[in-house]
């Protein structure tokens, strides 16, 4: 099964995270299939960017999303109908 999830990046006491649709079974940080966004906790107001079109595809074909990264595309969706 395929999963959309986080891969943590960066340095200690500084993490940055790339947005992947990886292999449900690989560890963290393996290797992703695609990816499809970033998220850096360490900035204030939007600190995300996603594509929503390849989200939508992997959610399409059975891919199962982390609570943050739902979350995300959720924050990301909300962003876009505002915009």
Do not use: C
């Not at 340095?11 to 449900?24: C, E, L, N, Q």
């Not at 204030?44 to 929503?52: K, M, P, V």
């Amino acid at each position: 099964m395929v999963a959309l999830r986080l891969s943590r990046q960066g340095t200690k006491d500084r993490p940055y995270y790339k947005i992947v649709a990886v292999d449900s079974r690989a560890r963290r940080d393996g290797r992703p299939i695609e990816q499809l966004g970033t998220y850096n906790p360490m900035v204030e107001g939007i600190n995300f960017s996603i594509d929503l079109e390849k989200a939508d595809q992997w959610l399409g074909n059975g891919a199962q999303p982390s609570d943050t990264v739902k979350s995300i595309i959720k924050k990301a969706r909300k962003a876009a109908l505002e915009a």
